[in-house]
Protein backbone atom coordinates (compact mmCIF):
# COMPACT_ATOMS: atom_id res chain seq x y z
CA UNK A 1 0.00 0.00 0.00
CA UNK A 2 1.28 3.58 -1.17
CA UNK A 3 0.16 6.88 0.41
CA UNK A 4 -1.59 7.42 -2.15
CA UNK A 5 -3.86 4.24 -1.71
CA UNK A 6 -4.85 5.51 1.79
CA UNK A 7 -8.24 7.57 2.02
CA UNK A 8 -7.46 11.23 2.43
CA UNK A 9 -8.11 12.48 6.36
CA UNK A 10 -8.12 16.36 5.73
CA UNK A 11 -4.66 16.41 6.30
CA UNK A 12 -5.10 15.44 10.09
CA UNK A 13 -5.76 11.86 11.85
CA UNK A 14 -9.72 11.68 12.50
CA UNK A 15 -10.20 11.55 16.27
CA UNK A 16 -13.37 11.28 18.52
CA UNK A 17 -14.03 15.09 17.95
CA UNK A 18 -14.81 15.10 14.36
CA UNK A 19 -18.18 15.32 13.56
CA UNK A 20 -20.16 12.27 12.47
CA UNK A 21 -22.92 12.57 10.02
CA UNK A 22 -26.30 12.28 10.89
CA UNK A 23 -27.17 9.60 9.03
CA UNK A 24 -24.60 7.34 10.62
CA UNK A 25 -25.67 8.50 14.43
CA UNK A 26 -28.09 5.54 15.92
CA UNK A 27 -31.25 6.14 16.32
CA UNK A 28 -32.24 7.22 20.46
CA UNK A 29 -34.00 4.56 21.40
CA UNK A 30 -38.15 5.73 22.43
CA UNK A 31 -38.57 6.07 26.16
CA UNK A 32 -40.71 3.40 27.49
CA UNK A 33 -43.74 4.15 30.30
CA UNK A 34 -42.02 4.32 33.86
CA UNK A 35 -42.88 0.84 35.09
CA UNK A 36 -44.72 2.59 38.82
CA UNK A 37 -47.21 4.07 36.35
CA UNK A 38 -49.15 0.50 36.05
CA UNK A 39 -49.08 -0.08 39.70
CA UNK A 40 -50.51 3.43 39.72
CA UNK A 41 -53.28 2.64 37.40
CA UNK A 42 -53.79 -0.20 39.20
CA UNK A 43 -54.37 0.99 42.70
CA UNK A 44 -56.78 3.48 40.90
CA UNK A 45 -59.05 0.89 39.72
CA UNK A 46 -59.19 -0.52 43.15
CA UNK A 47 -59.46 2.43 44.74
CA UNK A 48 -62.44 2.86 42.41
CA UNK A 49 -63.81 -0.52 43.30
CA UNK A 50 -63.95 0.12 46.65
CA UNK A 51 -65.83 3.09 46.38
CA UNK A 52 -68.29 1.98 43.92
CA UNK A 53 -68.99 -0.51 46.26
CA UNK A 54 -70.15 1.82 49.74
CA UNK A 55 -73.33 2.85 49.06
CA UNK A 56 -74.05 -1.20 48.63
CA UNK A 57 -72.05 -2.31 51.45
CA UNK A 58 -74.23 0.42 53.52
CA UNK A 59 -77.20 -0.88 53.07
CA UNK A 60 -76.47 -4.53 53.22
CA UNK A 61 -74.83 -6.26 56.55
CA UNK A 62 -74.05 -9.14 54.07
CA UNK A 63 -71.98 -7.15 52.04
CA UNK A 64 -70.23 -5.31 55.03
CA UNK A 65 -69.97 -9.33 56.56
CA UNK A 66 -68.23 -9.90 53.00
CA UNK A 67 -65.89 -7.45 53.00
CA UNK A 68 -64.66 -7.76 56.92
CA UNK A 69 -64.12 -11.62 56.24
CA UNK A 70 -62.38 -11.11 53.18
CA UNK A 71 -60.15 -8.61 55.06
CA UNK A 72 -59.11 -10.64 58.42
CA UNK A 73 -61.88 -9.17 60.04
CA UNK A 74 -65.10 -11.59 62.11
CA UNK A 75 -67.94 -9.60 62.75
CA UNK A 76 -70.09 -11.65 64.98
Known sequence: MTIAD???TGGHAPNQSDP?????MPAEPVPSRPADLSVWM???AV???AIAILPFAAR???VVRA???MCGFRLD
Open 60 to 62: SQD
Open 6 to 8: KPS
Open 67 to 69: IAT
Open 20 to 24: VPVES
Open 47 to 49: MLV
Open 42 to 44: IWA
